[in-house]
């Protein structure tokens, strides 16, 4: 993720007109060599080893966390009682109980904070967000939500350390359900309102695996997959559902919502595409509308090229900076702030906990 | 439905090669003006008011019912007690006890039967359960169905009456639950094997609605959605979901199914392409492929046109009949029988019973 | 084609209200075996053997031509010169010069005629000429065609006789100028208007092939692919190609229209559905709509089964007679009727000269 | 263009290890405050106003042209004899005279050189090449492509002057030929050879336009809608097509290509996607792929982020220009060198002669 936040603070600028410009004071890795090596190539000024020194240098304004999901809430907190802006890869905590004494901290400290569901920034996204929030589709009825991956089928691949950290509980905190329905559930909460209960399953289809480092192997502590049911307080009904055993799909988030008037669906292997479906089209002529979304009247679109040529993956996160830095100069809180993760948070806690007590729990 | 069987009867033989020839003898309506007309229309000898005297006829070997869920198991059992061949509309019962007495009432006289799943038979998914046969997929990780439509949508829609009767509970025995999901339940057992249990939830979105017939607003009985989570005997976790309150979507019947080595996905939309992944596949090449179901090596279609002309929903229904044709000149038994659409019926029962105490129940 | 043809003539009753209903009087093939066969499994009442009996039968009032092209001329001139109604497969003759005697025969005679150029009967098809009507798309720029299949790319596969007459020249006429582009041209003709002229270049890919009854190796009279430029009598431009040498394609018809303000776009292998973009839809969401033609409001649909529910090929001819024997009960002409078919005759003439001459055609 | 090649320029050595860092030492612009303010964002060293100092710097080694076609000839010229590496936006020039004199110019001068057809360097026509370099496909019988726009439609558009330079024909050289179809053909050399013979024919739908700068209505000099017929040199046959009006298509640039044992099509509009058919899969699973070229082992798809994730437009031009400084460091040409773009402005003028004279003319 550090490739991705650092395109994106020295990609913004260039697209948009804001009113600060990122300057990359410091890179921190404890593998130095690393460090220095990634500091060359993205243009950091210096290095460091240690999260503690960079978050009391007197020269940086803004602490942005990319590391493991363990690691979130020491450097979080002290950069906020540091008094830096914060910005988080999600999920913010490995459970809700760290999330909420982050956003405490944050929120304590009076510092500007944001969390990278950067999904919300898709442009199809967007524009799906601002139809809703012009009352197009009536009454909800319907959200669902897939992640799926096929990653870890192999029973040879193995487990933590390293790149395999989303592999080992201890530092994930949970597996598909805090790696990957926590997107689906952030963009759903975002569009659909809160959700006021769950029911979930949860399953690891491969119980034991060699660890990466030790080479020993032991039981496997995260979920490979992990669905449920929910009502929202709206009373729509939804399924979610992640796993990394869907042979096939490599990253496919899909969403879709019904209403009673339109329906739109999205999915993150054609991100420049919104399907919407209006039913007060003419009776013939109604169908799914396959929207490319690269015109200039498209959230974002006007920053980037002409019609019909779309953008990808990084952009999310380029968007992301940028609404961050405009909302930073007019003093304005941008979303997800903590807070909004947190809530994430307290979701899948519930589907953890359902799953383990095989009830209905509310949020 | 009479349209579609009686429209089986007629073509099966046409364009397959059949031990028996339908003979269309008499067509049942308690209103016998529009049984005359149907008996016109297709060319049914003759025509009856009261299917008491129907399933008494000498000249007469086999009873199809057509007729709203709660006659099936009356005539069911009446037709098998006369020792008739009995074909029956899906779902069997209107719950698992009325398909209970039915299944044994057909084993009891030994008579041929066979229940009116019909999307076994679109080419598609036949060529699915026989690739699944071959072992091609390799442990199953995940089965996902849905079945949408949207024709409930307006409060305006009265309940109850002719062709309304879907809407009331106690002639159709539940909503969306035994109408869509059992299709899909249907599917999926056969395909995937048993489930062992499920964790449902169910919503009537408008809760009264003008009676058809007296013109009284009343009390919706019926679920207009239905959801759930399910395992499979096999390991296997899955979601289910039907609705009549998803816009845009007449009767999209989606499935898709995840293994080791393969996915597969089909839906009703385009119910002549099956869409395949294989992982065995080379590496840069491997891809959704979707397969045009119209050659001569796909099931059924030698008995169609040439390759590259699709064929429709109507086709179902007339390889089924050929099916049990067949299968009844070889006097072996034709799937689903009874006892396989029982085992449906065990599974919505326990769905809707899920749903209503808020737990997982075994089926 | 006289499955197609049978099966029209038998369902069109079923599903439509008629005027009249076709009776099975005779079935005629050379091959008397053959002929019984056909007329066992199809009802019809007598065979014969040689067309002249036919044409000349009391109880006969309509000749339905489905033999090969070289002897459809002799056949429908002989059955108009008799009083008969023709209804002949496309296309009309070999080339234009027989077309042009054969609608001078039904014309002169004044009987009833029609060529079976199915697609036009297509709901989507026939939906997309509505609109045309309608005037919804302005102004036309462009039009596009192609018809493509893979089955004659072994140069194993033998020519001519029985199943294979159409890679014989002598019978077919032409190669996929006269099979495949005609549906092309017809349709074009039917939504866009007269063709003014035409650029061309054919290709024999495979010169030699072994004679299938023969057995000996000759060369090859057909085109076996062919494409051409056009510009239409309203200004637009257009490209229409056929061949049967693009892999991966069995029976890809496809048509896409361009007008100032809508475009539409259609294809058999998912004939089910009507692509269609609408400029004067609001801006952020104009997108291609797929509209899956299986309501009550679009053409044909209601006398089908209920929205959601796919129909195929075959049912393009059931349209075809229905609409046929309705506009006979009004004593209107049912189009495409002969002098239709000739049209599309002059421009696969014209686009043969062209390509042998390397230059541009008028029709 | 200026915006996509200094992007690329500063993105290509953060996602790539390269032999050389480019160094953004100058941009020029007539308008001094406007280079200026490019300089600003892009991280310009200085700004020149008038291109002819900029090309006798000695600090300047390279010189990349993205101003409009009529300014192409000269600066490359004088660049090369100045011995400054040229990089040069398509097409080469406005007409192959000017392209062949740019070509001698820089072949003279023994300096590195390359043209900016970007879509070589989209990962899915590039592993397109590479499959057709294995030999995947046999024997090619057809190859079809078409650039479809509709920017163009309204009368109301203004031609020519600063943004609007592409409807000016002394500037562009031609309308979609040199525009659109330049593109298509230089894929189409590059994936399948050279371009033996061509038939074409162009129009100009709007005749007259308000000039942007001048206020007056004059006769629009270039072609609005091209489309040509061709045969390669290795016995293919083509269709081309590209117009600015087609309504509903932004920017879709479509290729084909049918080959004896294989197929494959790909389309700007989804460009992280490849369709593959493989004849040689077993029979009953023949279907096209959807390839999500997202993975490690597509080509240049290691240096983006991980399965699944996709890349869009700005990066075609990264890659090319990773792709050049590769080669630059190994004292080898990188493709398209000037060369081969002479080869499409070649087709490009023989398709305007054609459509000219109305005649078949040999490339």
Same mark, same amino acid.
């Given at each position: 993720?550090?490739?991705?936040?650092?395109?994106?603070?020295?990609?913004?600028?260039?697209?948009?007109?804001?009113?600060?410009?990122?300057?990359?004071?410091?890179?921190?890795?404890?593998?130095?060599?690393?460090?220095?090596?990634?500091?060359?190539?993205?243009?950091?000024?210096?290095?460091?080893?240690?999260?503690?020194?960079?978050?009391?240098? !007197?020269?940086?304004?803004?602490?942005?966390?990319?590391?493991?999901?363990?690691?979130?809430?020491?450097?979080?907190?002290?950069?906020?009682?540091?008094?830096?802006?914060?910005?988080?890869?999600?999920?913010?905590?490995?459970?809700?109980?760290?999330?909420?004494?982050?956003?405490?901290?944050?929120?304590?400290?009076?510092?500007?904070?944001?969390?990278?569901?950067?999904?919300?920034?898709?442009?199809?996204?967007? %524009?799906?967000?601002?139809?809703?929030?012009? &009352?197009? $589709?009536?009454?909800?009825?319907?959200?669902?939500?897939?992640?799926?991956?096929?990653?870890?089928?192999?029973?040879?691949?193995?487990?933590?350390?390293?790149?395999?950290?989303?592999?080992?509980?201890?530092?994930?905190?949970?597996?598909?359900?805090?790696?990957?329905?926590?997107?689906?559930?952030?963009?759903?909460?975002?569009?659909?309102?809160?959700?006021?209960?769950?029911?979930?399953?949860? +399953?690891?289809?491969?119980?034991?695996?060699? @660890?990466?480092?030790?080479?020993?192997?032991?039981?496997?502590?995260?979920?490979?997959?992990?669905?449920?049911?929910?009502?929202?307080?709206?009373?729509?009904?939804?399924?979610?559902?992640?796993?990394?055993?869907?042979? &096939? @799909? !490599?990253?496919?988030?899909?969403? +879709?919502?019904?209403?009673?008037?339109?329906?739109?669906?999205?999915?993150?292997?054609?991100?420049?595409?919104?399907?919407?479906?209006?039913?007060?089209?003419?009776?013939?002529?109604?169908?799914?509308?396959?929207?490319?979304?690269?015109?200039?009247?498209?959230?974002?679109?006007?920053?980037?090229?002409?019609? &019909?040529?779309?953008? &990808?993956?990084?952009?999310? $996160?380029?968007?992301?900076?940028?609404?961050? %830095?405009?909302?930073?100069?007019?003093? !304005?809180?941008?979303?997800?702030?903590?807070?909004?993760?947190?809530?994430?948070?307290?979701?899948?806690?519930?589907?953890?906990?359902?799953?383990?007590?095989?009830?209905?729990?509310?949020?």
């Amino acid at each position: 993720m550090g490739r991705a936040h650092s395109n994106a603070f020295l990609q913004a600028g260039r697209f948009f007109d804001l009113p600060y410009q990122p300057v990359l004071k410091a890179v921190c890795s404890r593998n130095a060599e690393r460090a220095r090596s990634f500091a060359d190539n993205w243009g950091y000024e210096s290095v460091e080893t240690d999260w503690r020194n960079l978050v009391h240098r !007197k020269d940086v304004d803004l602490i942005d966390i990319a590391s493991p999901n363990d690691t979130h809430a020491e450097i979080a907190i002290a950069a906020a009682n540091a008094g830096k802006i914060v910005l988080c890869e999600k999920p913010l905590g490995r459970n809700a109980a760290e999330a909420q004494a982050m956003t405490a901290a944050v929120e304590r400290a009076k510092v500007a904070n944001m969390v990278w569901y950067n999904y919300r920034r898709v442009p199809a996204v967007m %524009l799906l967000k601002q139809l809703l929030e012009e &009352g197009r $589709f009536g009454r909800i009825f319907h959200y669902r939500a897939k992640f799926l991956q096929d990653w870890t089928i192999s029973p040879e691949l193995p487990q933590g350390g390293e790149a395999l950290w989303r592999l080992d509980a201890a530092v994930a905190g949970s597996g598909v359900t805090g790696d990957l329905l926590a997107h689906a559930i952030d963009t759903a909460l975002w569009l659909n309102g809160p959700i006021a209960e769950v029911c979930a399953m949860t +399953e690891t289809f491969i119980q034991e695996r060699r @660890h990466n480092l030790t080479g020993q192997v032991q039981p496997v502590g995260i979920d490979d997959a992990s669905a449920f049911l929910a009502r929202f307080a709206n009373g729509s009904l939804a399924t979610f559902e992640a796993t990394r055993y869907a042979r &096939g @799909h !490599k990253a496919l988030y899909t969403l +879709e919502i019904n209403g009673e008037h339109a329906s739109a669906a999205w999915d993150l292997h054609d991100l420049h595409r919104l399907q919407f479906f209006d039913h007060r089209d003419q009776g013939q002529l109604r169908g799914w509308r396959s929207i490319h979304i690269t015109d200039g009247d498209h959230p974002y679109m006007k920053h980037w090229w002409v019609p &019909g040529l779309q953008i &990808g993956y990084e952009h999310t $996160f380029i968007h992301q900076i940028a609404d961050f %830095l405009e909302a930073l100069g007019q003093s !304005k809180p941008a979303a997800p702030a903590f807070r909004d993760a947190l809530a994430t948070d307290l979701v899948t806690d519930a589907v953890l906990e359902s799953a383990k007590m095989r009830q209905w729990r509310r949020v």
